[in-house]
């Protein structure tokens, strides 16, 4: 059974940084497609990054230049690492991976970014 676990969210201020972490189980995580996605209220869920198993990625723009993704196989573990966040940034983050035509969510980590 595939899950993805999340781990890192909490309250920062804008400016702040904060990193995610996503550890994975039951799949082969070189083989498969990591992202992070971010759902704010009212709003619909949005690719924030998105790493492949050749460690190629993709930003949202509103996250470039702010935002990294990671991966560290051996550790079946990817980063999203936060940086200079904005109040626009709160949201619900959702660990992703997709293999083949299989995809799995984690049970998403809320960041707040806030005075």
């Known amino acids: 059974q595939v899950q993805l676990v999340e781990s890192g969210g909490g309250l920062v201020q804008p400016g702040g940084s904060l990193r995610l972490s996503c550890a994975a189980s039951?799949?082969?995580?070189?083989?498969?497609?990591m992202g992070w996605y971010r759902q704010a209220p009212g709003k619909q869920r949005e690719l924030v990054a998105a790493?492949?198993?050749?460690?190629?990625?993709n930003y949202a723009d509103s996250v470039k230049g702010r935002f990294t993704i990671s991966r560290d196989n051996g550790k079946k573990t990817v980063y999203l690492q936060m940086n200079s966040l904005k109040p626009e940034d709160t949201a619900v983050y959702y660990c992703?991976?997709?293999?083949?035509?299989?995809?799995?969510w984690g049970q998403g980590a809320q960041v707040t970014v806030s005075l």
């Open positions: 790493i492949t198993s050749g460690d190629s990625t």
């Open positions: 039951g799949i082969i995580f070189g083989n498969v497609l």
């Open positions: 992703y991976a997709r293999g083949g035509i299989n995809s799995y």
